[in-house]
């Protein structure tokens, strides 16, 4: 039992660790300034609205939910795909809160600092809208 627990706790710090990686080389006030130029609008700056395919994968979902969001890597990771949206939503909002925190969430939180309301919001809609 504690073998597995070591494996899932080190493959959720790898997840953790290539999510960190990825976000600081895309992101940061650093390039949002370069993108937007001296003297542009501040709207300019913000970081473009992404599909929801492109952000499962960005933002690391992918790693622990599987390529189609039904093949998680754990058997007590959900399914994702044709889940309830609005269900959904308040999941992934509650534990990024931390107002939920029991089961795996805290493999989630590790990674939900990547990705803000807006973006889980794309997300849930992309991911309802797939194949169970």
Excluded: F
């Amino acid at each position: 039992m504690m073998d597995s627990q070591w494996i899932l706790a080190a493959g959720a710090g790898l997840v953790l660790l290539l999510g960190v990686g990825a976000a600081a080389q895309t992101t940061g006030p650093d390039a949002a300034e370069q993108a937007a130029g001296a003297g542009a609008p501040a709207q300019a700056a913000e970081t473009p609205t992404l599909d929801g395919a492109t952000l499962y994968a960005q933002r690391t979902c992918i790693a622990c939910h599987g390529p189609d969001a039904k093949t998680p890597i754990l058997p007590e990771y959900p399914k994702l795909a044709g889940q309830n949206a609005p269900y959904m939503l308040r999941q992934v909002l509650d534990i990024k809160s931390g107002a939920r925190s029991n089961g795996n969430t805290a493999a989630m939180r590790g990674v939900l600092h990547l990705v803000t309301e807006d973006e889980i919001k794309v997300l849930v809609e992309y991911l309802s809208g797939l194949q169970p």
